[in-house]
């Protein structure tokens, strides 16, 4: 039976989160799903580092995405990548803008929040608290 992990070691994780939202300009009903489509953005603004097998990252969306694409609709979503360099947050943040300040790629950046260093305690301090009777 594996043993559990020791909670000090579990207590120097830090990730990187960079949030951010989108709006979709032109397509309505793409047959892409929007999952697929904020992949397809973010594989233009990721740092070649965190593309390549050095670093990796994960995102996921902050709101319901629905099945398709909708014209006009807002789309929030995180990027979180491993450790506590804010250079490739930092860098992903710049290409999104970067990529995005062409209108021909039917979206337009929304908010871009400043990347953050994240740990167990900022998860912990965001936490409901739990019922007295749990």
């Given at each position: ?29 793409a047959r ?8 397809g953005l ?74 953050q260093v ?17």
């Amino acid at each position: 039976m594996p043993t559990p992990p020791d909670l000090a070691l579990l207590e120097t994780l830090r990730w990187t989160r960079l949030r951010g939202a989108v709006r979709n300009l032109r397509q309505d009903r793409a047959r892409e799903h929007p999952l697929w489509i904020l992949h397809g953005l973010l594989m233009f603004a990721v740092p070649p580092a965190a593309k390549d097998g050095q670093s990796r990252f994960v995102f996921r969306p902050l709101a319901p995405m629905g099945d398709a694409i909708q014209r006009d609709r807002v789309y929030p979503f995180e990027v979180l990548f491993p450790g506590d360099d804010l250079s490739l947050a930092a860098d992903c943040a710049t290409g999104l803008a970067r990529h995005l300040a062409d209108l021909r790629n039917n979206f337009a950046l929304e908010r871009l929040d400043p990347p953050q260093v994240r740990s167990l305690a900022d998860l912990v301090d965001a936490a409901l608290p739990w019922p007295a009777d749990a």
